[in-house]
């Protein structure tokens, strides 16, 4: 029975990785070195402080922003977080996380945008997105590792990828579920284009835009092990030496910090989003 021939799209990707990292390489270090500042930076921030005087600090805005459970729970969870020694490596993933959750969902909105408003535009980053969700994670981390090397700077590449769709799927959902009979008063009133995606179309689409937000958030410390297993460091690298090592505590430890981790940013960006929603019905 023939043979079907052989696509062999690996090697054009090589190639391609190839091509590129020879001649953008120029590109690739001013990408990396932005990062490594801003995550660096940002870091050095959250150390600054003593553990407890941010933690008492987080615990007051936690208080402000959702009250006094969230505030206790927020306060315990941090301490205890220090108690098991990982206080620096927390800060260092709540850091890339941030920072990638950030770079995320600044390109994410725009794009959602011009794919509620254009259906080419739909059309075109439909198959990338699925595309982008459905690779295997440990994937990202083989180009990222050519072009940036071992470090954070690769963590933070591949984590922004891997969790950059809900950012776009959730903004072109909300606003294409805006009323149309809504769009169509603004423009009868003489609203301009501008002046109807910025005030009513983003306004009425904020929750499902804030729903986006906290996906990409979640999805970031999903990738926060995978990251350690190319130098991130934080606590994904906690956890990857806990596999190495077997040590079941330590992998405990760590992962019980990226839980909590993921409670407090999972609430903050909830109470943010049911604010944002109230000024919003009140304006």
Same mark, same amino acid.
């Given at each position: 029975?023939?043979?079907?021939?052989?696509?062999?799209?690996?090697?054009?990707?090589?190639?391609?990785?190839? *091509?590129?990292?020879?001649?953008?390489?120029?590109?690739?270090?001013?990408?990396?070195?932005?990062?490594?500042?801003?995550?660096?930076?940002?870091?050095?921030?959250?150390?600054?402080?003593p553990?407890?005087?941010?933690?008492?600090?987080?615990?007051?805005?936690? *208080?402000?922003?959702?009250?006094?459970?969230?505030?206790?729970f927020?306060?315990?969870?941090?301490?205890?977080?220090?108690?098991?020694?990982l *206080?620096?490596?927390?800060?260092?993933?709540?850091?890339?996380?941030?920072?990638?959750?950030?770079?995320? @969902?600044?390109?994410?909105?725009?794009?959602?945008?011009?794919?509620?408003?254009?259906?080419?535009?739909?059309?075109?980053?439909?198959?990338?997105?699925?595309?982008?969700?459905?690779?295997?994670?440990?994937?990202?981390?083989?180009?990222?590792?050519?072009?940036?090397?071992?470090?954070?700077?690769?963590g933070?590449?591949?984590?922004?990828?891997?969790?950059?769709?809900?950012?776009?799927?959730?903004?072109?959902?909300?606003?294409?579920?805006?009323?149309?009979?809504? @769009?169509?008063?603004?423009?009868?009133?003489?609203?301009?284009?501008?002046?109807i995606?910025?005030?009513?179309?983003?306004?009425?689409?904020?929750?499902?835009?804030?729903?986006?937000?906290?996906?990409?958030?979640?999805?970031?410390?999903?990738?926060?092990?995978?990251?350690?297993?190319?130098?991130?460091?934080?606590?994904?690298?906690?956890?990857?030496?806990?596999?190495?090592?077997?040590?079941?505590?330590?992998?405990?430890e760590g992962?019980?910090?990226?839980?909590?981790?993921?409670?407090?940013?999972?609430?903050?960006?909830?109470?943010?989003?049911?604010?944002a929603?109230?000024?919003?019905?009140?304006?």
């Amino acid at each position: 029975m023939p043979e079907l021939y052989r696509i062999p799209l690996g090697e054009w990707v090589d190639r391609l990785v190839d *091509w590129l990292t020879a001649n953008l390489t120029g590109f690739f270090e001013v990408i990396s070195d932005v990062l490594s500042w801003s995550v660096g930076h940002l870091e050095d921030l959250l150390l600054f402080p003593p553990a407890l005087v941010l933690t008492a600090l987080l615990a007051l805005f936690a *208080w402000w922003i959702r009250g006094r459970g969230f505030a206790l729970f927020t306060f315990l969870a941090f301490a205890l977080i220090e108690s098991m020694n990982l *206080w620096e490596r927390s800060m260092s993933t709540l850091s890339l996380v941030l920072v990638a959750s950030f770079i995320a @969902v600044a390109i994410g909105l725009p794009v959602g945008i011009a794919a509620a408003r254009n259906e080419t535009v739909s059309t075109a980053v439909r198959p990338v997105l699925d595309f982008m969700q459905t690779m295997p994670a440990f994937v990202y981390l083989i180009p990222a590792i050519f072009f940036f090397g071992i470090g954070q700077v690769p963590g933070v590449v591949s984590t922004l990828v891997f969790s950059m769709p809900p950012a776009v799927r959730l903004t072109e959902l909300g606003i294409r579920q805006v009323d149309e009979e809504v @769009v169509e008063a603004g423009e009868a009133f003489g609203a301009t284009p501008r002046q109807i995606l910025t005030k009513v179309q983003i306004p009425l689409a904020l929750p499902t835009i804030m729903a986006g937000v906290n996906q990409v958030i979640m999805l970031a410390l999903s990738m926060v092990v995978i990251a350690g297993i190319v130098g991130a460091g934080g606590l994904g690298g906690a956890v990857f030496i806990a596999i190495t090592r077997l040590n079941v505590g330590l992998g405990f430890e760590g992962g019980l910090a990226v839980v909590i981790l993921a409670i407090f940013l999972d609430r903050v960006t909830s109470a943010l989003s049911d604010r944002a929603t109230i000024h919003e019905q009140t304006e």
